[in-house]
């Protein structure tokens, strides 16, 4: 059975940084690409970035994170990170990761991430 399991949240003051990491326990095969989604209290579950698993690794962000995160990825541990930089008191949330491909699409149990002085 495959598990994702979210490390690195925590209370960050506005303007600091703080990085994400996921991993995945288990037998997972054919990845196709792991993202990061973030939900506020009170707020649908929104896409941060997401990035492939192909030679390439291509990305794609929020506008809000633009210029602000990096996705970046270890496809040989299947593990996935997210850099926050200069974090905004409306960037805090439970930060979800998210890994899918042929006939799986499987979340982590998601990690806190709270800005504020």
């Known amino acids: 059975q495959v598990q994702l399991v979210e490390s690195g949240g925590g209370l960050v003051q506005p303007g600091g940084s703080l990085r994400l990491s996921c991993a995945a326990s288990?037998?997972?095969?054919?990845?196709?690409?792991m993202g990061w989604y973030r939900q506020a209290p009170g707020k649908q579950r929104e896409l941060v970035a997401t990035i492939t698993i192909t030679s390439g690794g291509s990305t794609n962000y929020a506008d809000s994170v633009k210029g602000r995160f990096t996705i970046s990825r270890d496809n040989a541990k299947n593990t996935v990170y997210l850099q926050m930089n200069s974090l905004k008191p409306e960037d805090t949330a439970v930060y979800y990761c998210?890994?899918?491909?042929?006939?799986?699409?499987?979340w982590g149990q998601g990690t806190q991430v709270t800005v504020s002085s």
């Open positions: 288990g037998s997972i095969f054919s990845i196709r690409a």
């Open positions: 998210n890994y899918w491909g042929p006939g799986y699409d499987y």
